[in-house]
């Protein structure tokens, strides 16, 4: 089994920072890449950015690229998200994406979210 933790939620003031990470926990699990999502209530859950674990490429979506940069600590499988230049709209549950194999099989695992919250 996999288990995703993210932590470094929280409330911070426009133009402000901050920095999400997300582990990834199971003995037999490897990752291929690793991926933020966001979610406003009501509203459907969009990507944010994503990293491929084995040479590490980014993709990002328009709104945050410049502002949010993906890293990832292969030795400890985690993922890091630095938010910087916050605004209000980024306001969201962030959730934590990995894809990999369990066993040689292919799978999709989600974090439980975590909540930012930016002041204007």
């Known amino acids: 089994q996999v288990q995703l933790v993210e932590t470094g939620g929280g409330l911070v003031h426009a133009g402000g920072s901050l920095r999400l990470s997300c582990a990834a926990s199971?003995?037999?699990?490897?990752?291929?890449?690793m991926a933020w999502y966001r979610q406003v209530p009501g509203k459907e859950r969009e990507f944010v950015a994503t990293?491929?674990?084995?040479?590490?490429?980014?993709y990002y979506t328009n709104s945050v690229r410049g502002r949010f940069t993906i890293s990832r600590d292969n030795a400890k499988n985690t993922v890091y998200l630095q938010m910087n230049s916050l605004k209000p709209e980024d306001t969201a549950i962030y959730y934590c994406k990995a894809d990999g194999k369990v066993n040689g099989y292919m799978g999709s695992y989600w974090g439980p979210g975590t909540q930012v919250t930016v002041s204007s």
């Open positions: 199971g003995r037999t699990f490897s990752p291929l890449a």
């Open positions: 990293i491929a674990w084995s040479g590490g490429t980014t």
